[in-house]
């Protein structure tokens, strides 16, 4: 119940592409989701993040969409560009304990 | 600012050896965090520490690891004995706390370890 399964493993998209990475969670104590971006040698860096009561967060480029009713959620790039390249994971946090999914690598082609 | 610093960034040692990892959080940072990263997976959090006392550590195996916060400052974690399982990047953060979900965790860049 503790888990946040993430999706997909990898992706490859072209410059100027929308990659979309999904999240599910089973706890629904869960009441803030975050995205980390994390480049090779590097620790993750918070990216954007989402309360439950939202249905949408948008920064710049990057937006979440939360479904609370199915306990999704979701990260788009949108024109994407090969400086995205990197592993994102989202988040579940309780209390401030954060539970993280498994990581997608993103590579964006030129 | 300065961020989190962590040190030693790369250790091999062979296995049932020991191994300890260093970690200087963001300076007001009152809550530190270890987490293990294993190639491939989401960090997990190994412990948790509020200034100088512990607020979790429920997956810390602790027949083999402990951590130690002297002073609210500065942290280190031990591994002893180290196991082939224990490879992987043991990455450090910090957050301003007292601010529940939302406290934002800065993370260093990590001690990636390798056990032979």
């Known amino acids: 119940q503790q888990q946040v399964k993430q999706s997909p493993q990898s992706l490859i998209v072209q410059k100027g592409g929308i990659p979309i990475i999904n999240c599910a969670y089973e706890n629904t104590a869960f009441d803030y989701f975050p995205w980390y971006q994390q480049f090779p040698g590097k620790g993750p860096a918070l990216l954007i993040a989402i309360r439950p009561d939202v249905s949408e967060k948008k920064e710049g480029r990057f937006t979440i969409s939360f479904n609370k009713s199915a306990k999704q959620f979701s990260l788009h790039i949108m024109d994407s560009q090969p400086g995205d390249s990197a592993t994102y994971f989202c988040?579940?946090?309780?209390?401030?304990?954060?539970?993280f999914g498994q990581g997608t690598e993103l590579s964006v082609k030129p | 600012e300065a961020g989190v610093a962590q040190s030693p960034r790369y250790k091999i040692i062979e296995k049932r050896q020991s191994v300890a990892f260093w970690c200087n959080p963001i300076?007001?940072?009152?809550?530190l965090y270890w987490y293990q990263q294993i190639l491939g997976q989401g960090p997990k959090l190994l412990i948790q520490?509020?200034?100088?006392?512990?607020?979790?550590d429920s997956q810390l195996p602790k027949d083999r690891f402990s951590a130690e916060r002297l002073k609210g400052v500065d942290s280190t974690l031990k591994i002893q004995p180290a196991k082939l399982e224990d490879s992987a990047v043991y990455l450090c953060a910090s957050s301003l706390g007292g601010r529940g979900s939302t406290d934002t965790q800065y993370f260093g860049p990590g001690t990636r370890l390798t056990v032979l």
């Open positions: 520490f509020q200034n100088n006392g512990v607020v979790d």
């Open positions: 300076s007001g940072h009152a809550t």
């Open positions: 988040a579940a946090s309780k209390g401030g304990k954060l539970i």
